[in-house]
């Protein structure tokens, strides 16, 4: 039987991008793509549910120019990324028809993966499946590997938060709570700054933008200096925070969305610090750390079920509305973990 | 029997210094002391033999804002720093006239201290007993802790040091020979590039005032890029090195001598190498990892004896030349550890 053709929105990525980027950056087209996967092939068909915007994006649009953790996309092709998916179809052994999966896939409505070594299966269906683009899936391990493995986290110490209302930001300072950590976490607007407090337990949080001095605005929440700092802003919080270290003071380096954008980046003035509070800075990232998913998934999906964890999610309707998704990440437009719902159908 | 009257030498710190330190910033004075200890104490008297240049002394020479892991030295006292000394009376049941010590002593011919626990006694005299201000004091125990214990080297891998004939470099460079490592060291002067390569063994070396561009040296010498980095100067060259680490590389913040005088520090503005080549960095001081003094001796005693590490030292001879001396740390004069001859009895 011949395959049918399926009609098939996709979002384009149009060239590389300087400084921030823009809707007219991406160009939404139609296209078409068979129903079934070509035969004899080990290619999976996808139908694309939920599409995650993270800021690491940003990286795959700039020019390859320095050596990165990720390619570079493609100018004319489709945006690829994190996402939430059924199989159609499946010439692999691995994956059948019905098949709830999460993984690397493109950012269009059916994407014909034609090496689906990089998707997970979904496990646990009790719980939204868009959590699979979060909290369950790649921002999540961020969250629990850059807390529990790069910041050794002790009972009672104290806990920064940077970008804190975001897809990672707001699953540190839970995880911090759970450890009996003392926690402040900051973000940009009173809204996010209010979930902070009431939603996700945060002892204390600021927003930065109305904060003249950040370095003042840290010794009031921290008198007594910052044990643990988890980054994802860099720039001027990073140099403030250099200063409110406490000695063997511990910086997980997440992202530094801040800097992302700028075409001349912000200075870090006070390295001295690392050496006076002989402070250990470390970069990380999840695909490094993606043999602790299992282990990882057990503790988080138990902490969902018992209502120990919450998760805010920002969710827009429609692939159209992708770009903009991606776009708003830059200017801290979301509200929790930015989604876009492609498809409802489960 | 009343105790004499000795002569005694001092050099005093005038008073709080900022930007470059200047001779004048330490006078000279002749005083007495008794020769005995106040009887019923528990001090001890000694004898200075050699006394120590470190530049960590910079940051006690500033006025003390913030908390550092020293304290700032006191304006119109005598200056306190590492040395070597002979004990020439003793309340303390731990020391006797005619050891050998070494450890914080003060800058002058004798120094009675009244609380001895940061005193050493000297176990090898078949060595010079400079050796304890150096290879086999603080700057050793510190090249030893900061490569063995903050790099975790493995054989083959590519290590980069800066300030690298300095009284931490020099070793750290042998060290890492020692292990199977590709060694490159820079300095300021052909006369120490020359000495890295020749003598110390290095695999190669640059001075980096004849370079115009750093991150074009750093390619050269690594083109796969840089596992380990080993910071003495921190600034410019920092953030060069960054763009030339490898991934999972490793840097060790032992001191950032190229920004102790400066008012206005430079900028780091590389820091996303730290996210996208999980980079870690970390900053250590030597007093942390006391606990490792006897297995490190017992170790750099034998690569001595047996000609697997060789030291250089400038020396100064007399008291008189102690402020001279310190101050050419800060540009770089001294070739080799900097130290101060006070007396040649042992």
């Known amino acids: 039987m011949a395959a049918e053709e399926l009609s098939n ?30 035969q004899g092939s080990t290619a999976v068909l996808l139908k694309n549910l939920y599409l995650s915007c993270d800021p690491y994006m940003r990286g795959r649009m700039s020019k390859p120019i320095n050596r990165s953790y990720t390619d570079a996309f493609t100018p004319g092709s489709v945006i690829i990324g994190y996402g939430v998916s059924k199989v ?7 994956f059948s028809p019905g098949d709830l999966v999460w993984g690397m896939t493109g950012w269009e409505e059916y994407s014909l993966v034609t090496t689906p070594k ?101 010794k009031r929440c921290f008198p007594d200096g910052i044990d643990i700092y988890f980054e994802n802003v860099g720039g001027k919080m990073l140099d403030a925070v250099l200063l409110n270290m406490r000695v063997h003071g511990r910086i997980a380096v997440c992202g530094l969305i801040s800097q992302y954008n ?40 138990q902490y969902i079920r018992d209502g120990k964890v919450v998760y805010v999610e920002d969710i827009a309707e429609g692939i159209e509305k992708a770009p903009s998704a991606l776009i708003g990440l830059f200017t801290g437009r979301n509200v929790g973990k930015q989604v876009v719902l492609v498809a409802r159908d489960r």
Chains 1, 2 share one sequence.
Do not use: W
């Open 88 to 94: 159609v179809d499946s010439g692999h052994p691995d």
């Open 9 to 38: 929105k996709r979002v384009i990525f149009k060239d590389y991008v300087t400084g921030y980027p823009k809707e007219e950056d991406m160009i939404l087209t139609s296209a078409t793509v068979p129903s079934k996967v070509p």
């Open 262 to 301: 700028l075409t001349q980046r912000e200075g870090i003035y006070n390295m001295t610090s690392i050496v006076t509070k002989r402070i250990k800075m470390q970069g990380f990232i999840e695909p490094d750390h993606k043999h602790l998913y299992p282990q990882f998934l057990e503790a988080v999906i």
């Open 118 to 218: 990089g998707l997970t299966k979904i496990k646990y269906t009790d719980v939204p499946l868009s959590y699979y683009t979060g909290i369950l899936g790649m921002p999540g391990l961020t969250a629990y590997v850059g807390f529990h493995e790069i910041c050794s986290p002790k009972k009672g110490e104290t806990v920064y938060v940077s970008a804190a209302s975001g897809a990672v930001g707001q699953l540190v300072g839970q995880f911090a709570k759970l450890m009996g950590c003392y926690v402040v976490g900051s973000a940009g607007t009173k809204e996010k700054v209010d979930l902070l407090k009431s939603k996700f337990g945060f002892d204390d949080a600021f927003n930065y933008k109305e904060e003249e001095d950040l370095d003042a605005a840290l």
